[in-house]
């Protein structure tokens, strides 16, 4: 079980920092990447941590905005998002995959997540 929270409206500009953790299981030994899904698009991979060898992958569009940062020690894997605008509008979902993957990998669906958390609601908006 994966548990998003963070979530929220936020203004033009501003930031947001969401949260991942596993409910009767520890992130720590799995591929991890927070997906989102705009109304009427389909859902995206955006940033995603890959193992064994824990390379980051943030997709281009959101590159120099938002940032994936793995914490074993709280088992959490965090999205911060900063200068959010109108088109971060979206359901922000977190997923594993339970083999190895990297993280440009996972986030393209190659393979596939395992496993979905329920997803927390970002809105930009004046």
């Known amino acids: 079980q994966l548990e998003e929270s963070g979530g929220g409206l936020v203004q033009p500009g501003g930031s947001l920092r969401l949260s991942c953790i596993g409910t009767?299981?520890?992130?720590?030994?799995?591929?991890v990447g927070w997906f989102r899904q705009a109304p009427g698009k389909e859902r995206e991979g955006i940033a995603c941590v890959g193992t064994p060898q824990p390379d980051t992958y943030v997709a281009d569009s959101v590159k120099d905005r938002f940032t994936i940062i793995r914490d074993n020690d709280k088992h959490t894997v965090y999205l911060q998002l900063t200068n959010l605008q109108p088109e971060d509008t979206a359901v922000y979902y977190c997923?594993?995959?339970?083999?190895?993957?990297?993280?440009?990998?996972?986030?393209?669906?190659?393979?596939?997540?395992?496993?979905w958390g329920r997803g927390t609601e970002v809105t930009v908006s004046t």
């Open positions: 009767g299981t520890t992130l720590d030994y799995f591929p």
């Open positions: 997923a594993l995959q339970l083999y190895s993957a990297t993280g440009e990998g996972l986030c393209n669906y190659r393979p596939p997540p395992s496993h």
